[in-house]
């Protein structure tokens, strides 16, 4: 069974930094989809970045980017010039390209961005 | 463009009544999936559909049934409610041209006391 970790359960930073939030997962799959998701205080599940594992560039959408590492099967992601409108929690979600592709979750990291 | 919509978005039950969560998406999605999201432990998947009449278990499926019974439509049953089952719970559904991509409704939050 496929699991999926995330470490920070809280990561604090000033507007406009860098922030890295870090996932770690465990499979058997060589392919397979690896998403982050942001969820506001509004609990409104939003995609903000998603990668193939048989693409060795890593995604980027404007502000967010990620850092995939399939062999020590790491996928961090990176927000740049962080804004207020980020505060948010973070989850990494793990989907195989095979079979029923049901979505396992990290256990989230709450991102605050303080003013 | 609704998307997937959930009712009701809150909901207090007491223990041992019945009811039933609401899900509904207009996007003409093969699949759709039920999740309830407890306190530091991330969305759990209850229960999923690859199409109409097909339903499978998740991860937590107990004390909960689905049906599917047109593409649009994805309602999840507590059969008899316990306090264990509070919790925020997600309809989501993926097909089309980007089928590796979940859309979520706003979720309902389910007490029960």
């Known amino acids: 069974a496929q699991t999926v970790t995330q470490s920070q359960p809280e990561m604090s930073v000033q507007e406009a930094e860098t922030v890295t939030l870090s996932c770690t997962y465990d499979t058997s799959e060589n392919n397979y989809y690896l998403f982050w998701y942001k969820q506001p205080p509004s609990r409104q599940m939003i995609l903000v970045i998603r990668q193939e594992a048989y693409k060795q560039q890593n995604a980027t959408e404007n502000r967010f980017s990620v850092n995939f590492q399939k062999a020590a099967k790491s996928f961090s992601l990176k927000i740049s010039d962080s804004q207020l409108g980020d505060t948010a929690m973070y989850f990494c979600a793990f989907m195989k390209i095979q079979g029923a592709q049901k979505l396992v979750f990290g256990q989230g990291t709450r991102l605050t961005i303080n003013p | 463009n609704a998307g997937v919509t959930q009712t009701p978005k809150f909901q207090v039950l007491k223990t041992g009544q019945s009811m039933t969560l609401q899900c509904a998406q207009d996007m003409n999605h093969e699949y759709m999936s039920w999740y309830r999201q407890d306190p530091g432990m991330g969305l759990r998947l209850i229960h999923y559909s690859v199409g109409a009449g097909i339903t499978d278990q998740g991860e937590v499926p107990n004390g909960y049934n689905v049906s599917r019974s047109t593409t649009e439509d994805f309602p999840l049953r507590l059969l008899s409610a316990a306090p264990s089952q509070t919790s925020v719970y997600f309809c989501?559904?993926?097909?089309?041209?980007?089928?590796?991509?979940?859309?979520f409704g706003a979720g309902t939050r389910l007490s029960v006391l």
């Open positions: 989501a559904s993926r097909g089309g041209v980007a089928k590796n991509i979940q859309y």
